[in-house]
C-alpha cells in the first residue's frame, strides 16, 4: 500500500509540473498576443498604466510585458522611441553588454519592429543577478508604438529565450 502511495505522488508531482505545449492569448480591442502557458498573468512585474499585459514565472525567472506607448512623436518618432527604451533600460543596469545586434525586420503580421539584446546586472537588496533582456518595438502601419520586453536569468537564455521571441513576434494589431 506504502508503495502505492508513493507512486501517486511521483506521478501527481509530475504532472503538476508539466503545462501546455498549447500557447495562451490575451487580446483585447487593438491587440493579441500569444505566449508560454508557463508564464502567468501578473500585475507587479512593471505596473505603469500603458502597460497592457504583465507576465512571469518567479519560479524560472521569466518575465514578459507588453506596453502601449500610443502614437508615435513626429516622422522620426520610431526610432526616438527605440533609443529612449534602449538608453533608459541600459541607464537602470550595472554592467550592461549588448548581446546582438540590433535588428530591424517587419513580422508575418506586417508590423515594423526594432530589437535589440543587452544583458546587466540588476541589484535586489540581498543580491545581484545578471539578466538577459531581449526588447521589440513595434510600429504599425498607423504609427502607433507597441512594446514588448521579455527578460530572463541570463544562464537560462538557452531555455527560454526563443519563447519570449516568438511570443513578441506574435503581436498582432486590429
Same mark, same amino acid.
Given at each position: 500500500?506504502?508503495?502505492?502511495?508513493?507512486?501517486?505522488?511521483?506521478?501527481?508531482?509530475?504532472?503538476?509540473? %508539466?503545462?501546455? +505545449?498549447? /500557447?495562451? #492569448?490575451?487580446?483585447?480591442?487593438? @491587440?493579441?498576443?500569444?505566449?508560454?502557458?508557463?508564464?502567468? *498573468?501578473?500585475?507587479?512585474?512593471?505596473?505603469?498604466?500603458?502597460?497592457?499585459?504583465?507576465?512571469?514565472?518567479?519560479?524560472?525567472?521569466?518575465?514578459?510585458?507588453?506596453?502601449?506607448?500610443?502614437?508615435?512623436?513626429?516622422?522620426?518618432?520610431?526610432?526616438?522611441?527605440?533609443?529612449?527604451?534602449?538608453?533608459?533600460?541600459? %541607464?537602470?543596469? +550595472?554592467? /550592461?553588454? #549588448?548581446?546582438?545586434?540590433?535588428? @530591424?525586420?517587419?513580422?508575418?503580421?506586417?508590423?515594423?519592429? *526594432?530589437?535589440?539584446?543587452?544583458?546587466?546586472?540588476?541589484?535586489?537588496?540581498?543580491?545581484?543577478?545578471?539578466?538577459?533582456?531581449?526588447?521589440?518595438?513595434?510600429?504599425?502601419?498607423?504609427?502607433?508604438?507597441?512594446?514588448?520586453?521579455?527578460?530572463?536569468?541570463?544562464?537560462?537564455?538557452?531555455?527560454?529565450?526563443?519563447?519570449?521571441?516568438?511570443?513578441?513576434?506574435?503581436?498582432?494589431?486590429?
Amino acid at each position: 500500500m506504502k508503495k502505492q502511495i508513493l507512486y501517486f505522488f511521483i506521478i501527481l508531482s509530475f504532472s503538476a509540473c %508539466r503545462y501546455s +505545449k498549447t /500557447p495562451e #492569448v490575451f487580446s483585447d480591442k487593438n @491587440v493579441s498576443i500569444e505566449y508560454p502557458s508557463y508564464l502567468f *498573468k501578473a500585475d507587479d512585474v512593471y505596473p505603469e498604466k500603458n502597460t497592457l499585459l504583465q507576465l512571469k514565472n518567479d519560479y524560472r525567472d521569466v518575465y514578459f510585458i507588453l506596453v502601449d506607448h500610443g502614437m508615435k512623436p513626429g516622422e522620426q518618432g520610431f526610432e526616438l522611441m527605440c533609443d529612449s527604451i534602449f538608453g533608459q533600460l541600459k %541607464r537602470n543596469m +550595472k554592467e /550592461p553588454n #549588448v548581446e546582438a545586434q540590433d535588428t @530591424v525586420f517587419t513580422t508575418a503580421n506586417q508590423l515594423k519592429v *526594432k530589437e535589440f539584446q543587452i544583458s546587466g546586472i540588476l541589484s535586489s537588496e540581498k543580491q545581484d543577478h545578471r539578466f538577459q533582456f531581449v526588447v521589440d518595438v513595434f510600429e504599425a502601419p498607423n504609427g502607433h508604438i507597441y512594446q514588448t520586453a521579455g527578460w530572463l536569468l541570463r544562464h537560462k537564455r538557452d531555455l527560454w529565450l526563443k519563447d519570449l521571441q516568438k511570443s513578441a513576434y506574435s503581436l498582432k494589431v486590429k
